[in-house]
């Protein structure tokens, strides 16, 4: 029994959680065991209001009595008394009432409810991934000339067949098959169950392993087949195409729960320690374009990246100092448009070169948008947009001009910045939706009631600063809507200054160029 390429794929429909700009997809090989388990239920209360309700069924005790029982303090055993009587559990004087029983008996696990499912194992590292399904859902696919099979994505009647990637041969020294425990099937099921019910991979959130050892009949979990079956899950990796983190890639979950930290990190080790896994170094090429120049200073994809976020991230402290820690978002932010930068530098192809230098400055803008959106939490727009005029362009225009003139900045504003449209800045004062110059007028509306606006200190120490702030916008806009725009690194490096003058100013933090 072993992994070959027509060996069955399942497909989960696997769904990005962000939009991505380049995507791979791709076969990992699993073991499939088919058992008999308990449903897990939602839980509605926490251990410790489950220890108090436990403690309440048998008679009425006092907050003093329940605290030394369960070893916790008179006044946590008070709180907690005092919210299970306002949910309606227990009673004034204590005693579990019939929801409470009720909630109690149901609580983790209803035993009498047991489900045939498939659980899947990861045969490199023989773990289980988070997950239980009832039904298994096999996807159509062809063979084409070399004999590897490719997808439908399509319907019966309209077929779609995509390429994926299948990592075959695979290494069989590295393989391994270890029947997985009844603990090991119980905590998968539990953390599906959880990520199902918030529509995200919560593989990371640890369960209460003392609660598995107090089920009674954990025995009655059961292999319905001794021997798994070999399978691949469809997915795919791919590169967003706006973040607010530093993660370059992302591999979906194959059961169609987003993204998976959890296999990212899985894969991510096997990197670093398998030899067999070249082929995800290939993948990782491809996918964020590696360059091949800098194949001779480090020893793979997954080695370049974590240099370049390392890289990045001393760049960001040694330009802002460590206070720029203080704001995550806009430290991530900035890590994101600096990565971009050190990538471009590598590449040697113009077109690669050039798509990638467009990516700096989209970062760029949307650190400014970051900051600025920070802001607004501080300092609120809403409303300010009511003092523009719907018809007269003109007046909203001398408008903007006259107060930046009031604050200080440089005169007259860019054409562009000032005949923003009024829907856009509503939208950006009200909502906090839209782009870096409607973000930027909302903000200078509000200055006329609030004096504390960090935009006034910008304004003394650079006032041109918003005639800069509209020349990213402009060569983020030719970046977008124009194939003719050709970046130089040394407007893009003046345009990454302009990001830190800005940041610096707003946050006062020093810059060092």
């Known amino acids: 029994m072993s992994f070959t390429k027509e060996t069955p794929i399942l497909y989960f429909n696997p769904r990005s959680s962000n939009r991505w700009s380049k995507r791979q997809y791709l076969l990992l090989p699993a073991w499939c065991y088919r058992v008999i388990a308990p449903k897990i239920q939602q839980r509605k209360v926490n251990i410790l209001e489950k220890a108090v309700l436990g403690i309440c069924r048998i008679g009425a005790f006092s907050a003093v009595e329940i605290g030394e029982n369960l070893d916790i303090s008179t006044d946590l055993a008070s709180l907690i008394m005092i919210q299970l009587t306002d949910r309606g559990l227990i009673d004034k004087q204590g005693l579990i009432n019939e929801r409470g029983l009720k909630i109690l008996e149901q609580e ?86 959880k990520a199902s019910r918030y529509h995200q991979a919560y593989e990371d959130l640890d369960d209460d392993d003392w609660s598995f050892k107090q089920v009674p009949n954990l025995k009655r979990i059961s292999f319905i087949e001794a021997e798994p079956t070999p399978v691949w899950l469809a997915t795919f990796i791919y590169a967003p195409e706006d973040s607010y983190n530093t993660t370059i890639w992302n591999i ?16 991510e080790s096997q990197i670093k320690k398998n030899p067999s896994f070249q082929w995800m170094n290939k993948l990782l090429s491809q996918l964020i374009d590696i360059p091949e120049n800098s194949q001779e200073t480090v020893n793979s994809p997954h080695d370049f990246l974590q240099m370049a976020e390392e890289d990045a991230m001393l ?4 330009k802002l100092t460590r206070k720029i820690h203080s704001w995550k978002n806009i430290f991530d932010s900035l890590v994101l448009m600096e990565i971009s930068y050190i990538e471009a530098e590598f590449l040697d192809k113009p077109s690669r070169k050039k798509d990638k230098l467009d990516d700096v400055i989209i970062k760029a803008q949307k650190a400014i948008e970051t900051v600025l959106l920070s802001i607004r939490e501080a300092h609120p727009t809403d409303s300010s947009w009511q003092v523009l005029s719907g018809t007269d362009r003109e007046y909203n225009r001398n408008l903007f001009n006259g107060l930046a003139m009031k604050l200080g900045f440089t005169t007259p504003l ?3 910045l000032v005949d923003v449209k009024l829907g856009k800045i509503r939208a950006s004062a009200d909502s906090g939706t839209g782009s870096l110059r409607s973000h930027l007028l909302a903000a200078l509306l509000t200055i006329r009631y609030n004096n504390q606006h960090p935009l006034y200190l910008l304004a003394q120490k650079s006032p041109d600063i918003l005639t800069h702030l509209d020349k990213l916008a402009e060569i983020r806009d030719r970046s977008s809507h ?24 707003i946050l006062e933090i020093d810059y060092q160029p």
């Open 108 to 193: 983790t696990i209803d035993e009498q409810n047991m489900v045939a499912g498939f659980i899947f194992q990861d045969p490199w590292t023989v773990e289980l991934f988070p997950r239980f399904i009832e039904h298994q859902e096999y996807i159509d696919v062809q063979f084409n000339s070399d004999g590897y099979p490719e997808i439908n994505l399509g319907t019966t009647g309209k077929p779609d067949y995509r390429r994926i990637y299948m990592p075959f041969p695979l290494d069989k020294h590295a393989i391994m098959q270890v029947q997985p425990s009844t603990q090991d099937i119980l905590q998968a099921i539990s953390k599906h169950g």
């Open 414 to 416: 860019p054409y562009t």
């Open 252 to 267: 979906c979950d194959p059961f169609g729960l987003g993204d998976s930290p959890w296999l990212r990190r899985k894969l």
């Open 482 to 505: 124009s194939s003719n725009q050709q970046l130089e690194s040394s407007t893009v490096l003046q345009q990454i200054s302009t990001v830190y003058d800005f940041i610096s100013g």
């Open 315 to 318: 760049k960001v402290e040694t």
